[in-house]
Structures are given as structure tokens and as C-alpha cells.
């Protein structure tokens, strides 16, 4: 399993193709920083996202207090959630 944190809202398309495509059938995504807006502004985008590439989908809880968000997408994590999940992976890949 591969975890892959995405710490900005928007990247050039062509990155964002690379990293959306380098999915795999269980990996992980952590939305983190600015990427965490993608639970509000891009929420269909990776809805159908999770359910092509069959993975699990995370974001900080610290960014959405930060932000005063509360999203209906994905799974909140604590800070040290975020350290056993990333740990527990084979890899970690931040984009």
C-alpha cells in the first residue's frame, strides 16, 4: 500500500494526471495543507476518484479545525493517526 499526500488544492494538469494515474487498488490518500480544500471544492472529483481506484481517502483534522471546515468526505485523522498511517505504509509519496 502507498500513501500519498497531497498538500495543494490545485497542481499543473499534467502532475495532476501523473499522481491520480500512479493510483493503485488499495492505496491511501491524506489530504494535508491546502490539498484538505479538496474535501470542499473538488469532492465529486474525488469521490469518483475513490471509487475507480478503490482507495481510502484521509485528511488532517488540525487542517479542517484550522480551516473551520467540517466535509462530509473522508476520514479525520489526528496528528498522531497521521504518523501510525504513514509508518504502516510501503511507501509514502508527498506530491
Not at 18 to 27: A, I, K, M, P, Y
Not at 34 to 54: P, V
Request: aromatic residues 10%.
Amino acid at each position: 500500500m502507498q500513501l500519498h499526500q497531497i498538500n495543494q488544492l490545485d497542481y499543473p494538469a499534467t502532475l495532476e494526471a501523473t499522481w491520480q494515474n500512479s493510483l493503485q487498488t488499495g492505496d491511501q490518500i491524506l489530504l494535508i495543507e491546502d490539498g484538505f480544500l479538496r474535501t470542499i471544492h473538488q469532492a465529486n472529483a474525488m469521490q469518483t476518484l475513490m471509487k475507480e481506484k478503490q482507495v481510502e481517502f484521509y485528511y488532517l483534522q488540525s487542517d479542517a479545525t484550522a480551516y473551520g471546515l467540517s466535509p462530509k468526505l473522508g476520514i479525520p485523522l489526528s496528528d498522531e493517526e497521521w504518523v501510525d498511517l504513514t509508518f504502516s505504509a510501503e511507501t509514502n509519496i508527498s506530491w
